[in-house]
């Protein structure tokens, strides 16, 4: 399990329950699914666009925590609890990812806390040596 590294980074919403931000495997990381919560946990408050950057914002960070960043990313879920909030997660979803990775997008019933969005990711690993 040495080549098996977690990631923590202040800089993101920690995480709600036993899991780690992002595992670092081999040449690949593992982002856990990332609320709109800031840096204490809090909620954001605002639209969907606006939480959508939230959750962004977190992988952002989890990402640069493990010498890595967001165009490495090969694969995003992103999960809504209402499908009517795609073209407005959409528009804010293409800011951050403008490279286009592989993604998935589903409907759920319901989401941790409330949320109505929550966005999980694949990326390359960059110089993970720090970790």
Do not use: W
């Amino acid at each position: 399990m040495s080549d098996i590294k977690k990631v923590f980074t202040a800089k993101a919403c920690p995480p709600a329950g036993p899991y780690t931000q992002a595992i670092v495997a081999g040449p690949h990381i593992f982002v856990s699914g990332q609320i709109p919560a800031d840096t204490q946990g809090n909620l954001v408050q605002g639209s969907i666009a606006d939480k959508t950057e939230s959750c962004c914002r977190n992988v952002r960070a989890i990402l640069e925590e493990a010498g890595s960043d967001i165009s490495k990313v090969v694969k995003t879920t992103v999960f809504l609890d209402d499908m009517a909030n795609f073209a407005e997660m959409n528009g804010e979803y293409e800011k951050h990812f403008s490279h286009k990775p592989a993604r998935s997008c589903v409907a759920v019933k319901q989401l941790p806390k409330g949320v109505p969005v929550e966005i999980e990711c694949i990326a390359l690993a960059g110089d993970s040596s720090k970790l």
